[in-house]
Each structure stands twice: as structure tokens, then as C-alpha cells.
């Protein structure tokens, strides 16, 4: 099944301590992206990968470092949360940036930082 | 900096009702326009807009792009208690999509 996965989907961490979110996908897609998604805001871009080692920062990258060694995953690491980066975080992938736009989401995992 | 604007942000109707949502961009290196429906969790795909395909339909929903206007709306007919949800427009560009805050739709039976 064509699916984009993210681990764990649940988390609440405390202040400072360093967490990696995983996101993996299945569809040979070389676009990848993280968004986050806040009450009234909607959903922002973190950071964005068009393919292996080619990564850019997204609108809201603050706070937030990204990788991308291997087609198929994208992780999304908080060096040392502090509470506004509670919210609930989105991995996306499509075939590629520019009409190939039908992006897939992941499920979702919501971040809480005490 | 991209900008993506929805309206209305909310919307209630009787199960029947025919909706019409609003969506505005102003995306540098446009490429499309794409509408999302978002439930409980994950956004789902519902249609993507580009210069070649400016209209779009499926069943009970369908959607237009003007161009000119910088414009696109998605309209619902008949709508059911299952259409109720968030229904978010993205403008695409090359290398990223800006998204609007969403509609939250909800239908009553």
C-alpha cells in the first residue's frame, strides 16, 4: 500500500531535550516536506526536500533541522524544543515540485513540549 | 512572500445545501492550485488546478481556476453530513505549496 509514514504519532517531551520525528515513504516520491499545523494558522512549511542531500528551508524553519540521505525518508529534528514548537506536525511527499503537486500525507504526530 | 486566503473561514448548512468556498492566491512562479479535505487527521487530496486543467469535477464536487483573477472555488451540491470537515486550498510554485488557513464546513443533518 502507497503510504507516507511518521513515528511516533504521539509525544510530549519536556524543554531542551533533543527529539527526532521519522517520516518515510513508499512511492519512490523525490519531493518531501514537513508542515506544521497550529489553531488559526493552518498548515505552515517547516522545510522541503526536492530530492537526496538537496534540502530548503520552508516558511517557519526555525528551531527545526532536517536530512535527507535516503529517497524514502526525510526526518524532521528538534535540537532543543522549547513550547511553541507544540503542534501537531505533517510529513508530505510527491513526485516532484512543480505540476507533479498532488502531495500525500503522513497521519500526523502531535508534538507537546512542557 | 506567498499568500494563500480562504473565505469564509466558517461555514454551517442543512444536509442539501449547495456550498460554494473561496479561495485567493498571490504565489510567486504559480504552477497550481490544489484543494485538500481535512477530517480528523491528514489532509486528503481532493483536486489540483493548473494552467491546462482549469476545471475539475468530481461527483458532488468540483472546482475552477481564474486565472485572471488569482482565484479559484470549490463547490459542494447536495451536501451530507459526511462532507463536514476542513477543506484547505494550497498554491503551488516550484518548489513549495503555500496554504490558506481552510474552511471548516459543517453540515447539519
Known amino acids: 500500500e502507497a503510504q507516507v509514514t511518521q513515528n511516533p504519532r504521539y509525544l510530549i517531551t519536556v524543554t531542551g531535550k533533543k527529539l527526532t520525528v521519522t517520516c518515510s515513504q513508499n512511492m519512490n516520491h523525490e519531493y518531501m516536506s514537513w508542515y506544521r499545523q497550529d489553531p488559526g494558522l493552518g498548515l505552515r512549511q517547516i522545510y522541503y526536500s526536492m530530492n537526496v542531500e538537496v534540502t530548503d528551508k520552508g516558511d517557519v524553519p526555525e528551531g527545526y533541522k532536517v536530512s535527507r540521505k535516503e529517497k524514502r525518508n526525510f526526518p524532521l529534528i528538534l535540537e532543543s524544543p522549547s513550547p511553541n514548537q507544540t503542534s501537531l506536525y505533517f510529513c508530505?511527499?510527491?513526485?516532484?515540485?512543480?505540476?507533479?503537486?498532488?502531495?500525500?500525507f503522513g497521519p500526523g504526530t502531535r508534538l507537546t513540549v512542557t | 512572500e506567498d499568500k494563500v486566503v480562504q473565505s469564509p473561514l466558517s461555514l454551517v448548512v442543512h444536509e442539501g445545501d449547495t456550498v460554494t468556498l473561496n479561495c485567493s492566491y498571490e504565489?510567486?512562479?504559480?504552477?497550481?492550485l490544489l484543494w485538500y479535505k481535512q477530517e480528523k487527521k491528514a489532509p486528503t487530496f481532493l483536486f489540483m488546478l493548473t494552467s491546462s486543467g482549469i476545471e475539475k469535477k468530481s461527483g458532488r464536487l468540483s472546482s475552477i481556476l481564474d486565472k485572471k483573477e488569482l482565484s479559484s472555488i470549490l463547490n459542494i451540491t447536495a451536501t451530507q453530513t459526511g462532507d463536514s470537515a476542513i477543506y484547505l486550498c494550497a498554491g503551488g510554485s516550484n518548489y513549495k505549496l503555500t496554504f490558506g488557513k481552510g474552511t471548516l464546513l459543517t453540515v447539519n443533518p
Open positions: 504565489v510567486t512562479n504559480f504552477r497550481s
Open positions: 508530505a511527499s510527491s513526485l516532484g515540485a512543480g505540476r507533479s503537486y498532488e502531495q500525500y
